[in-house]
């Protein structure tokens, strides 16, 4: 790993933490995962409801929809998980629209395009998705021949021990963050993280929008037999969906208490300030 002494006035060293191969895939995925999320909403407008098994439609349970309906002299949204029903008006199932109180699942902020087209969105979604699977398989290439997920991604067995994990996990939710030489490597906790994120969420959002493609199960038609069905497919790959903002929210949230211009430095041009004080 490259260091760089930044001299005393500064009181920080430089080191070379993200090459230019993973910080290029970095931004292409944070640009195609917005697109895909936001066309992806706009393709589940189309019919905002979530069903398990091979076949989905308005007489078969759902566990999770969004609707209006009218109550008394004024609609409202309702949005169903399961047995519960919560009133979501002016957010989901009923929204405002140029004015208009308008039947939507997801508001037209969240959409991509704003305006009800599911021809659009899907056109939209299906380009970024092949973009997002081209520029993952160049990284996984990447990784492999670089080492990368070995070097830099894989934990030591020390670091799986619960006393260790215990320890990151109470260091973080006190907002302490590793300094010194501690911070030149990923902690256990982004390592497991961004595993599971690189290998299992990322693979089963791919497989599960493969799977609701009719051409592609002609191909492949085992994929409906491993996820129980095409409607079963859709509500995993929502699920899979929001699972990777959940994670984007977190690892946001943790750019900016730990340091965002130092963060945002390393993964635009490759150098992450490490305080000499604490080396």
């Known amino acids: 790993m490259a260091t760089i002494d930044a001299g005393t006035k500064t009181g920080r060293t430089l080191i070379y933490r993200h090459s230019l191969a993973v910080r290029l895939s970095h931004w292409v995925n944070v640009f195609c995962l917005t697109v895909l999320l936001f066309s992806g909403l706009q393709i589940f407008n189309a019919h905002p409801a979530l069903y398990w098994g091979q076949y989905g ?8 929809a969004m609707e209006a309906v009218e109550g008394g002299d004024q609609a409202k949204g309702l949005t169903h998980v399961g047995s519960l029903t919560f009133d979501t008006t002016g957010v989901l199932g009923l929204s405002d629209v140029d004015g208009e109180a308008t039947a939507r699942g997801f508001p037209s902020w969240l959409t991509l395009p704003s305006y009800q087209d599911l021809s659009a969105g899907r056109r939209l979604h299906f380009f970024f998705a092949w973009l997002f699977v081209l520029n993952g398989s160049v990284y996984l290439l990447y990784g492999l021949i670089s080492r990368h997920f070995r070097r830099d991604l894989a934990p030591e067995g020390k670091e799986l021990t619960l006393a260790h994990l215990g320890h990151e996990v109470a260091s973080h939710a006190r907002l302490r963050f590793p ?83 130092n963060n945002l430095r390393s993964m635009i041009t490759g150098y992450y300030a490490i305080e000499q004080g604490d080396e």
Do not use: E
């Open 57 to 64: 439609a308005d007489n078969d349970p759902s566990f999770i």
């Open 179 to 261: 300094k010194g030489a501690k911070a030149r490597h990923y902690n256990t906790l982004q390592k497991l993280t961004y595993l599971a994120v690189i290998f299992l969420l990322l693979p089963l959002m791919v497989a599960t929008g493969l799977t609701m493609s009719p051409g592609f199960n002609a191909v492949a038609p085992w994929l409906l037999d491993v996820f129980g069905g095409r409607q079963s497919a859709r509500t995993l790959h929502f699920l899979t969906a929001f699972s990777l903002v959940a994670f984007v929210v977190v690892h946001v949230a943790m750019v900016i208490l730990s340091g965002v211009f």
